[in-house]
Every structure is written in C-alpha cells, then in structure tokens.
C-alpha cells in the first residue's frame, strides 16, 4: 500500500528534538480524546505497565509501549534457554533496561557506535548518518544498577571479535539500517542457540530492516514472525 506520508513522519521522528514533542502530542491527544493511540494490551500486568512507560519516559526511545513489553514477555520466555544475550543498537538505553528488568542474570553484550547510525545504503530510506547519536558514558551510568553487562563501542560487526565463541539466548537488533542489520543476522543467526530467538525493530517500517531480513531468510527453513507494531522474530529451531 502506498503511504506517502509515512517516509515524511519517519525522517520527523529521527530528527532528535522531534521525539519528546511527538510523545508530547500523543499524551495530549489521549488525555484530550480519551482514545489510546498506543494501545498498552499489556494493561492486564499492571506492573510490566508501570515498568515500561516509566523507561519510555526517562530515556528518549523510538520503541512503542507494546514493543518493550514483547521484549520483556520474550526474554523472560527464554529463562531457561541457555546463552548470553546481546543487543545490537542501544541508543540511550531504554530496551537494554527492559532486558535486563527481564533477565537479571546472564551475561548482557550491548553494542554500538555510540556516535548515532553509520552511513546509510541505498537500500535505506529516510535515515540519515549520525542520527541517535548517544553517549557510552550517559549509558553506562543509566544501567549502572545492573551487573555483569559488556560494553562495545564502534561499528559492529567489527566490534563483534569478543564475543566469536559465546552462544546467545536472546538477541535484539534495533539498528534501523540494511547493512547493519544483515551483519546482525550473518553474526549472531549461527551463535542462537537452540530454541533461543531473535527480535528486531522496524521489520515492518524500515526497507532496509526488511529487505535484509528477506534475504538472508530466503534459502533458510525459518519463519520469520511479523509482531505488533514495527517488530519481527525468529526462533533458532533444533532441540
Ligand atoms: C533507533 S536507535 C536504537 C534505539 C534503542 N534500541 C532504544 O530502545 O531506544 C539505533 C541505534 O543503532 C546504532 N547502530 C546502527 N547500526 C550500527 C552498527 N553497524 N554498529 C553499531 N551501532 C549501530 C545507532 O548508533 C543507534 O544508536
């Protein structure tokens, strides 16, 4: 379907000052309208409620209430599959928050360049170098009641080296681009282990999120799960 605004709004919402205005607009409208326009189903788990939209508005993130709480559900599925977890696109720290509110204990690998998205492909639309630029500090300090996390600054995968013989239960790729996220796959699709899945963001909104995951699910075996909102997941088969 043809949506010509959708490129406009998505190049607004990664121009950063644009984003607490955004969220701005939408409390005021639902406050004003009494209608939800960010549904939070999860309403039935008042504390998983409670604990996402307080991230959501301590840390400035793209990820919908609905998104964080798949994540969370997700991770904490996979408690007993056994692995580290990593996440590929950190940004300030609001998803890695929710892993680790999800699984306290395993060793958490966080990557990014911390200097915003590398250059975009052709195959990326409406994103442009730099954008999401964060500090490893302000991160480092935003997580710092949480134990045993790994920190990678640069771009992966070039960061990856350390991580070459750990296997992972969980892995979440939130990098917005086609490269990056094919890196994402090609790394980390053989290192699941069984049973253990993978999420990303802007499976449904992002070409180049799409398109890698396209191609590099084409001549595998594997479902690849449309979520709620812009979110995709696979899921390591074997026993
Ligand atoms: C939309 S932000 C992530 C948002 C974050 N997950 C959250 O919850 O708010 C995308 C991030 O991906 C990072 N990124 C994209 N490609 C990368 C790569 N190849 N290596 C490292 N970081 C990358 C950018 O630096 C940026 O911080």
Redesign the pocket.
């Known amino acids: 379907m043809h949506q010509p605004g959708k490129k406009v709004l998505r190049r607004i919402a ?1 121009i950063g000052f644009m984003r607490p205005v955004r969220r701005f607009a939408i409390q005021a409208f639902e406050r004003a309208s009494n209608m939800q326009l960010i549904p939070a189903s999860f309403d039935d788990d008042r504390q998983l409620s409670d604990l996402i939209k307080r991230i959501s508005q301590e ?5 919908s209430n609905v998104e ?1 709480a798949q994540i969370y559900r997700t991770v904490r599925a996979l408690a007993k599959i056994p692995g580290h977890i990593a ?10 928050r ?1 892993i680790r509110e999800a699984e306290p204990g395993k060793p958490f690998h966080l ?8 250059k975009p492909s052709g195959n990326d639309e409406a994103f442009y170098e730099g ?4 500090s490893l500090e302000d991160v480092k300090g935003y997580l710092k009641p949480y134990q045993n996390l790994h920190f ?1 600054k ?6 990856a080296e350390p991580v070459r013989e750990v296997r992972f239960s969980f892995v ?1 790729l ?4 086609y ?3 094919l ?2 796959l090609d790394f980390f699709w053989p290192r699941l282990t069984p049973g253990g899945a993978l999420i990303s ?2 499976y449904s909104s992002s070409p180049g999120v799409s398109r890698a995951f396209d191609e590099f699910f084409s001549d595998r075996n594997v479902a690849v799960f449309p979520l709620a909102y812009t979110q995709c997941m696979v899921v390591k088969p074997g026993v």
């Open positions: 990664s840390r400035d993130t793209l990820l964080g996440e590929v696109g950190v940004y300030r720290g609001a998803s890695s929710i990557f990014d360049t911390f200097e915003g998205l590398p954008a999401y630029k964060s990678y640069g771009l992966f995968p070039e960061t979440h939130d990098v917005d681009l490269e990056s996220t890196s994402g963001h802007d």
